[in-house]
């Protein structure tokens, strides 16, 4: 019989397992501790928890922590993961180093059910939700866990289609108990799942970053199936409504397509649509990939929109492409490979 992970497990879930197993609850936060600060891989290195209870908990519960069963390393020294979860499923996440940070890539599902034109993980369709143990095992287990400084919900998945596993994965990681990150080093990225995006800013002070990659209706709703349900429009209005003026940031990510979304008509709307709204929006290098007629803007373009932006009141930034040779850049993430050969 498999063990039950006590890695994604809060304080108080911990402190209840402990209590069901006639254990004092102050265990609970010693459990806490070992996990998430001390960052142990086994009940037996939990020394001030007596060898009684140590021994109760082998019966039933282990750590959680599993390594990669695969690591690729890019030229730009990105780096690459690929992780089993419990069910046979794949997925995969990326460290990012540079300067001034440390930042990982992190999946919260396997495929996605978003199917967006650009994105390799649309292709490869949807298989599960990753449970909060499978989203912090991708934080835990890389080897360069201990140097990470921020977080980006960007890899496999729409967050907001996991948004219980995903919020309860950021209490982790920002509470005392756990981590005790700043919730500002923490970005969830999304295409704009209206009320789950509502959810989340009303109980979370993470930044959030959109995906528009075009500011006309029909445009993207050829690019993204999501543009129906949910306009870009009507998310901006929401987003109209919170204070993104202090610490907490909205950005919006925009690929872009060689004549497809970047002429200076899609700049010039974007500077309407985003008015009164304080933010950034980051210019993305689009990767190709196998099937899609699309090919990225040049470097020319890309200068001259972000130009616009910027002198037009629009923060605005060319993102910095990493990993592409290893098909880890924006867009390129699928495990369809690994999902087939297991099925």
């Known amino acids: 019989m498999s063990k039950t992970p006590l890695l994604g497990q809060t304080l108080l879930e911990l402190t209840q397992l402990v209590t069901s197993l006639g254990m004092p609850a102050y265990t609970g936060k010693q459990l806490a501790e070992w996990i998430y600060s001390k960052r142990v891989c086994s009940i037996d290195e939990m020394t001030n928890i007596s060898v009684k209870n140590r021994a109760l908990l082998n019966e039933q519960y282990e750590v959680g922590r599993y390594t990669p069963v695969q690591e690729q390393l890019s030229v730009d020294g990105t780096a690459k993961y690929l992780f089993k979860t419990a069910k046979g499923h794949y997925i995969e996440s990326v460290f990012i180093p540079e300067d001034d940070r440390s930042t990982l890539c992190i999946s919260s599902q396997v495929g996605c059910k978003m199917n967006c034109l650009f994105c390799m993980t649309g292709k490869q369709g949807f298989s599960a939700n990753l449970t909060t143990h499978e989203i912090l095992n991708q934080f835990y287990s890389i080897p360069q866990s201990e140097e990470l400084t921020n977080i980006v919900f960007m890899g496999m998945g729409e967050p907001f289609d996991n948004l219980e596993n995903v919020m309860k994965t950021n209490e982790i990681l920002s509470a005392d108990y756990g981590l005790g990150w700043s919730p500002k080093r923490i970005t969830v990225s999304s295409i704009g799942l209206i009320p789950k995006m509502k959810i989340f800013l009303d109980n979370s002070d993470c930044h959030l970053a959109i995906s528009m990659h075009s500011p006309f209706e029909e445009e993207r709703l050829k690019l993204m199936p999501v543009q129906k349900p949910y306009p870009i429009a009507e998310v901006i209005r929401e987003l ?104």
């Open 240 to 343: 109209k409504n919170y204070d993104f003026s202090k610490q907490r940031r909205v950005s919006f990510e925009y690929i872009m397509f060689n004549g497809v979304n970047d002429t200076p008509r899609h700049a010039a709307e974007i500077v309407r649509m985003l008015k009164g709204i304080t933010c950034r929006v980051n210019l993305i290098r689009f990767h190709a990939i196998p099937g899609i007629d699309l090919e990225t803007s040049p470097d020319s373009k890309m200068i001259s929109f972000r130009d616009y932006l910027t002198n037009n009141g629009v923060m605005t930034t060319i993102r910095k492409s990493r990993g592409e040779d290893i098909f880890a850049a924006c867009g390129m993430l699928s495990s369809s490979k690994q999902e087939h050969a297991s099925s």
